[in-house]
């Protein structure tokens, strides 16, 4: 298990509530396609990174992000 926390980067900034963070891949540090607010609270969500194609089961919590798991994503071909 993996502890993140996007408070640190965000208590420079004077409206946390207001604004979105990114959410960035434990791995790869690439951005995702999620973005969180102060407020968000996500239990066993399955986040994907593009960059280096896992899947990672997090929770998010004021800010802080919790890695379960990780998960290489099986490719299926379109035929």
């Known amino acids: ?7 640190f980067f965000a208590q420079k900034r004077r409206n946390i ?5 990114w959410i960035k ?6 951005k995702t396609r999620v973005q ?4 968000t609270v996500l239990r066993n969500f399955p986040l994907f990174c593009p960059k280096c194609k896992l899947t990672h089961i997090v929770d998010v919590e004021k800010l802080e ?13 379109i035929k």
């Open 1 to 7: 298990m993996l502890r993140i926390d996007l408070y």
């Open 17 to 21: 509530m207001l604004e979105k963070y």
């Open 25 to 30: 891949c434990p791995i790869c540090n690439g």
């Open 36 to 39: 969180v607010f102060y407020n």
């Open 65 to 77: 992000i919790i890695i379960k798991n990780s998960e290489k994503q099986k490719r299926k071909d």
